[in-house]
């Protein structure tokens, strides 16, 4: 079985400020991790993946991704923040041995100005 | 280019109908799955099709059926709804279920709310 935890169901920052947006996960063998963004009434957006290699992944509008084995984490972070990057934020893993993609709850970004 | 499309954007049904969803992929992209999601939480994987096979299926009930076209384009069928299929349908294409680099990002539709009353 897989499985996705995002911790924090909203995170806030001011803009300029450094995001974190939290997440591990659980699969029985080794992960492909995955973030999408998503802005209200709209599909979502792909951000960043990992797939094996460097631990650290950077994605598109400046995000990018520490993956850590042995915490099983794979938190989203940008240097600054931007009031456009308010949205709904989901992790997403898939077991390299299963088509599945599981997503977590999701967390909502709110950056004020 | 055009990114997924999904008809109808919106739906209201009532309890014991059926409804069909529709999905056209990106151009080119021969992989498309289907994912339910409820307000508040993250999208539910369904289905997964890739060359007109069924590839994976998520834990929905058999009322939850799905096929995919010679063109690539997906339908997914609801029998018999329920109150607890009101969610957001959201549609995903990809190139192919695994390139070479690992699993190609999926490209998502902005869906189809579907309401049932």
């Known amino acids: 079985a897989q499985s996705v935890a995002q911790p924090e169901d909203q995170v806030n920052v001011a803009e300029g400020n450094p995001l974190t947006v939290k997440c591990t996960y659980s699969?029985?063998?080794?992960?492909?991790l995955f973030w999408y963004v998503q802005y209200p009434n709209r599909g979502l957006q792909f951000l960043l993946k990992?797939?094996?290699?460097?631990?650290l992944v950077k994605g598109s509008y400046g995000f990018e991704a520490e993956f850590n084995k042995s915490q099983t984490s794979f938190h989203l972070k940008k240097p600054s923040a931007l009031v456009s990057d308010s949205a709904l934020y989901f992790c997403?893993?898939?077991?390299?041995?299963?088509?599945?993609?599981?997503f977590g709850a999701g967390t909502t970004v709110t950056v004020r100005a | 280019d055009a990114g997924v499309t999904q008809s109808p954007t919106h739906l209201i049904k009532t309890r014991g109908q059926h409804v069909t969803l529709r999905c056209s992929p990106i151009?080119?992209?021969?992989?498309v799955s289907w994912y339910q999601q409820v307000l508040g939480q993250g999208p539910q994987f369904i289905f997964q099709y890739y060359e007109k096979e069924e590839r994976g299926r998520g834990n929905f009930p058999d009322r939850f059926s799905a096929r995919q076209f010679p063109n690539y384009s997906s339908e997914l069928n609801v029998n018999a709804l329920l109150l607890g299929d009101s969610a957001l349908y959201l549609c995903?294409?990809?190139?192919?279920?695994?390139?070479?680099?690992?699993?190609?990002?999926?490209?998502f539709g902005d869906g189809t709310r579907l309401s049932i009353l």
């Open positions: 995903a294409s990809s190139l192919a279920v695994t390139g070479g680099s690992g699993p190609q990002p999926q490209h």
């Open positions: 997403a893993v898939r077991d390299r041995g299963d088509y599945k993609l599981s």
């Open positions: 699969v029985s063998g080794n992960p492909y």
């Open positions: 151009s080119g992209h021969k992989s």
């Open positions: 990992y797939i094996t290699g460097d631990n």
